[in-house]
């Protein structure tokens, strides 16, 4: 379920933000946008866009097109939970380096 950043921003060039999720779907349905971008457009989350880079931001885009990204888009994307992966208390965390040299704070 992705498409890319030129297709989404093509297949939006006519609607009239802001507009909700389902007035971004229900456009791509009756204006003949092809079935891989509807898609990534019902995966976004329910909210309200002002414009076509908010749903850029929020649609998932093919691999190869995060490249192509500005820094503000990049660190949006990174603010996003990701799926899968371990729970923080999982994770192997690196050793503080003065711990490791000093020995464990005694109180001191």
Excluded: C
């Amino acid at each position: 379920m992705t498409t890319t950043r030129e297709t989404l921003k093509a297949s939006l060039s006519g609607v009239d933000f802001p507009a909700s999720k389902d007035q971004l779907v229900q456009f791509a349905n009756n204006n003949g946008v092809d079935e891989e971008t509807v898609r990534a457009l019902r995966a976004m989350p329910p909210a309200d866009y002002d414009n076509v880079t908010e749903v850029v931001r929020s649609v998932p885009l093919e691999r190869g097109e995060e490249e192509g990204q500005s820094d503000s888009d990049k660190a949006q994307q990174n603010r996003r939970p990701q799926k899968g992966g371990l729970a923080e208390h999982q994770a192997e965390v690196p050793a503080n380096p003065i711990v490791e040299e000093l020995g464990e704070n005694r109180g001191s």
